[in-house]
Each structure stands twice: as C-alpha cells, then as structure tokens.
C-alpha cells in the first residue's frame, strides 16, 4: 500500500473537527499539547510529545491544540493522497495550507 507522510505544525486553538478517512492514519505528537479523540467529540483524551493515535478506515476521529504553542504531529496516511470527510468547522483552511508540510511520498 502506498503511503504519504507528513509533518503538521498546528497553530494554537487549531482544530481538525470531526473527520474520517477511507483508509488507516497514524500520529505521532513531537511537541506540544491538545486533546484528540476517536468517535464522539466529547471521548477526550489529553495528547502530547509521544502520543500516538491509530485510526483504522472510517472512524471519526479529530485532535485540537489546547497549549499555547504551536503543536507539531507527524503523520502517516495509508494511501498517497490525502482524502478526508467530516464536519471540522473549526479548520481554518489558511492554516491546513499554511502549516502543513509533506516530507516523502512512497
């Protein structure tokens, strides 16, 4: 399965919403804190450096920065190009397009 990987510099009170994918994520936190959650919004739990989420295909998952600093994730998609879908209301698209970097497609 191709993949696609990348770094994601998220500003403070950035938040992905509720969203799914047609396939497996993986994120690892390398510095910074929020919360995420996988299902209901209101399952939280606290994330910071080390943290790692796994979503299999088609679960509703999303993460926010609740720290003062920019929180910075790696993340790994189970397919070479990125598709989500889901209600983040709170997703400024400014900053997707401005704070997301890909490292490597394979």
């Known amino acids: 399965t191709p993949v696609r990987v990348e770094i994601q510099i998220s500003p403070p009170g950035y938040s992905t919403g509720t969203l799914l ?3 497996m994520e993986i994120i ?3 510095e910074g804190v ?3 959650w996988i299902g209901a919004e209101d399952n939280l739990t606290a994330i910071g450096p080390g943290t790692t989420i796994v979503t299999t295909a088609n679960t509703p998952n999303g993460f926010r920065n609740t720290g003062d600093t920019p929180m910075r994730s790696y993340g790994v998609h189970a397919s070479p190009t990125r598709t989500h879908f889901g ?10 397009r401005a704070t997301s ?3 490597n497609w394979f």
């Open 21 to 23: 994918h047609p396939y």
């Open 28 to 30: 690892t936190v390398i």
């Open 34 to 36: 929020g919360e995420a």
């Open 87 to 96: 209600t983040n209301t709170h997703l400024r698209p400014e900053w997707h």
């Open 101 to 103: 970097q890909r490292l």
